[in-house]
């Protein structure tokens, strides 16, 4: 998706080999926060500062809430992310998260943490790759 999105010609074979091996370099996943099929983050069910809290938060500050584990205990911060906002329209919110897939090379399973940001969910954590 991202090389289609980058890529001007569709026949330029070596512009797509050097926009795949340009995000290949990187694990993408995405995250969704829904309640009741429908986006956690909306204006109309919590009290504007609130929201405005929220919004600030995970369209600005999430690499202070995300990161990823290895079984080897070594961490991995959050490379990059991107807040896709819907404006309530959508059934949940969502971020692209971007990790360095060489930080991530020796281990044989990973772990996305996401701490407490302000949802009242508490941590979380997501087991993601099992490799043998």
Do not use: H
């Not at 829904?34 to 919590?46: C, V």
């Not at 309530?88 to 020796?106: P, T």
């Amino acid at each position: 998706m991202l090389v289609a999105q980058e890529l001007t010609n569709a026949t330029d074979t070596a512009g797509i080999s050097s926009l795949r091996a340009k995000y290949n370099k990187y694990y993408y996943f995405v995250l969704s926060l829904s309640k009741n099929q429908r986006e956690a983050i909306q204006a109309s069910t919590m009290p504007q500062a609130q929201f405005s809290e929220l919004l600030q938060t995970i369209s600005f500050r999430m690499g202070a809430y995300v990161n990823m584990t290895t079984n080897a205990r070594d961490t991995i911060p959050l490379a990059d992310y991107v807040y896709n906002r819907t404006f309530g329209m959508g059934s949940s919110n969502d971020l692209l998260l971007v990790f360095n897939k060489e930080q991530a090379k020796s281990a044989n399973w990973l772990q996305i943490n996401l701490a407490e940001f302000g949802l009242g969910v508490g941590r979380q954590a997501c087991d993601l790759i099992a490799r043998n």
